[in-house]
């Protein structure tokens, strides 16, 4: 796959046509007056299908002048010049006549519903013609489509404002006992992205699309796609949980471009914008209901592992292989025999390459670590017998696997090996992925244990994280205090500490009680202290989730339980050692770009909080003021967050806040 092929079909916009296409006339009117005797005309240029003809003059025996006309013969270029003239031109008359612009001819102009939608019956009438589709029934206007959501909109209300502001027709999964024309579809959502992709001309097909499916890992390998792809140079779009871009514009709002219809405008925006490249992260669980259907990848990227399903339905990363067109490429990781499998399934049935990448080990793109120190990676970027050195500090180096899967998608993008590897290193660090919290000072973070924010979100992403603080941590040199002897003692005595991990793990009321179940295996295993929290939102289950999370634990005095978040990270930062690591995992609000961006922000706010203090108590040799008068011991009406000897040990007691 080429992507200047690729690039040049994205770039049939419609500002584009309407420029290219006055100017190309021009040319060719220029160039065939001054090659070719005689005149030339073209029956209304670029709407006929007849060959260029030439007009010849002659005089009969009679003395009258005679004019006669002769097909010029072309060569093969000149017939490709004019095929694409004559469809630039066609495209630009078509759209000046229908409207002044391109959003007014997407948004105002009349369509037939019938001929936007395949499967689709109709009630009350043969067609519905409208103009647009109404954001709700409440502020419809003439001529506006209303779509009526099963579950979510009261039928009698709807059809009253349907009727009342003159509502061209209602779409909708069941017929209603309306008055009105009605559509009658399968599922509004995916019909709505359909007459979207129509009403756009299809953007996917002029856009190389790429799809990043899979447990973990999906928006940073959006980002390093996106860091690779621009350095072609090409303009790259992207739809990610921290964001989205047409390629001119970023914006992290309030708006999520998810699938479905708002995926449609966001690639129609990209096109206008004249980007050659879209990157969007997908979300499981919107793949298995086919939210994603009505667009076509050229690549998909897995990253993360293939968990399958407990349905005995499709998983996620099967949907999204079929979404794959002709041509398209699978860049799987090759430690995942499930997903390789899938993978080598559906290139069976269709043309679609398949790439496998890892680290240290034989995949068609591999990284070979040389070395992780001081939270920098050195690594061998290796495609067959090319071979690059490159140097990464994202995520304190523990994103091997993502540098990897993005560097694939440059190797299939035909780019060379040492340009790849210098893109990688441009990204160094994103908000919520693994991400080092510091105070900005010092001599504070060296008095303080060390903070890792991760979003978390899935007990595969948990483990991941809870993976790469354990390895980080194993490369911090324990600590020795200050040896006494003991009067009636060897002098042999050892009083080197460990570094210890904290893990904060905030759980949420959309969590199942199997991933809950998980998460109390994850916390009993791999760090040495566990403190399970919760969102503000989600106190009032707090109790019920603990239960579903200490089904998964052999012993559940190992945990303790506070339910404020902020209150939860103070405790364990008040009973950590500065040699020690503390993991905040999840706990962020993740509806939006913005919202996740503002709960990472109060999340790290609280921890540079209890940073400062600690070291202001330092500072005046007492201690924090969360400390003064606690006792862990005391009754719950007082303040439980103290440290108390019990709770330096290993496993504190089970113990339950309320956080107030």
């Known amino acids: 796959m080429k992507l200047d092929s690729r690039e040049q079909r994205s770039t049939e916009t419609i500002h584009s046509r309407q420029q290219g296409g006055d100017e190309m006339r021009h040319a060719i009117d220029q160039w065939l007056s001054q090659t070719k005797p005689g005149g030339t005309f073209r029956s209304s240029f670029g709407s006929s299908s007849l060959p260029p003809h030439e007009a010849v003059k002659w005089t009969d025996p009679s003395g009258t002048s005679v004019q006669t006309v002769r097909r010029v013969e072309q060569s093969p270029a000149t017939e490709q010049i004019q095929s694409r003239t004559a469809k630039l031109a066609a495209a630009t008359e078509q759209e000046s006549a229908t409207s002044h612009s391109s959003a007014t001819k997407r948004d105002d102009a009349t369509a037939r519903l019938s001929g936007l939608l395949k499967k689709v019956r109709f009630f009350s009438g043969s067609d519905i013609e409208f103009t647009s589709i109404a954001q709700s029934a409440e502020t419809c206007q003439r001529g506006q489509l209303v779509v009526y959501r099963l579950g979510d909109d009261c039928p009698v209300e709807l059809i009253s404002q349907a009727l009342a502001r003159g509502a061209a027709g209602i779409l909708t999964e069941q017929i209603l006992p309306a008055p009105i024309p009605q559509a009658i579809v399968a599922d509004t959502d995916r019909a709505l992205a359909e007459i979207r992709s129509n009403q756009t001309d299809r953007p996917d097909q002029k856009l190389i699309t790429i799809g990043i499916v899979g447990s973990a890992g999906k928006t940073i390998t959006s980002f390093l796609t996106a860091s690779v792809l621009r350095d072609i140079p090409c303009r790259v779009a992207y739809q990610t949980d921290l964001g989205s871009s047409d390629s001119v514009v970023t914006e992290a709002g309030t708006a999520k471009v998810t699938n479905g219809a708002s995926l449609i405008d966001a690639l129609s925006d990209a096109v206008d914008a004249g980007a050659a490249v879209s990157i969007t992260e997908m979300d499981s669980a919107q793949l298995r209901l086919g939210a994603y259907d009505q667009i076509e990848l050229d690549i998909v990227v897995v990253t993360g592992r ?45 043309n679609i390459e398949v790439v496998t990448y890892g680290v240290d ?48 998608v440059g190797v299939v993008t035909e780019n060379p090996l040492p340009q790849i590897a210098e893109s990688l290193c441009k990204l160094r660090e994103l908000p919520g992925r693994f ?200 009754s719950p009406s007082k303040d439980l967050t103290g440290p108390n000897s019990s709770t330096k040990s290993d496993k504190p007691d089970l113990k339950l806040f309320d956080g107030n």
């Open 306 to 350: 293939d968990m399958g399903g407990n349905d005995f339905g499709p998983s996620p990363i099967e949907c999204a292989f079929e979404l794959a067109g002709q041509g398209g490429v699978l860049i799987v990781p090759e430690s995942d025999q499930r997903a390789v499998s899938a993978a080598h399934t559906a290139a069976q049935s269709q």
């Open 435 to 634: 991400e080092a919290i510091t105070s900005g000072d010092w001599e504070t973070d060296q008095n303080n244990p060390v903070v890792r924010l991760d979003i978390g979100g899935s007990p595969e992403r948990v483990k991941f994280a809870l993976q790469a603080a354990r390895k980080e941590l194993l490369q911090t040199p324990a600590s020795t205090a200050p040896m006494t002897l003991p009067m009636h003692g060897s002098s042999s005595v050892n009083n080197t500490k460990r570094p210890k991990l904290w893990c904060v793990l905030s759980v949420s009321e959309n969590d199942d009680a199997e991933t809950l179940m998980q998460y109390g295996r994850l916390l009993e295993s791999m760090p040495d202290h566990c403190v399970l929290t919760c969102a503000d939102k989600d106190k009032a289950n707090f109790l019920s989730m603990s239960h579903g999370v200490l089904d998964g634990i052999q012993d559940v005095a190992a945990m303790r339980l506070v339910a404020d978040s902020s209150r939860a990270i103070q405790w364990a930062h008040a009973e950590a050692s500065n040699n020690d690591m503390i993991l905040v995992v999840g706990g962020i609000d993740r509806s939006h770009p913005d919202s996740e961006r503002r709960s990472l922000d109060a999340v790290t706010q609280v921890i540079a909080a209890c940073a400062e203090e600690s070291q202001k108590a330092r500072q005046a040799n007492s201690h924090p003021s969360i400390l003064k008068g606690s006792n862990a011991d005391a």
């Open 361 to 408: 080990n034989g995949a068609d793109v591999s990284i070979r670590t040389i070395s992780l120190e001081d939270g920098t990676l050195t690594a061998m970027l290796r495609h067959e017998s090319r071979a690059a050195v490159m140097e990464s500090f994202l995520g304190r180096g523990h994103f091997a696997e993502c540098l990897a899967a993005a560097a694939a």
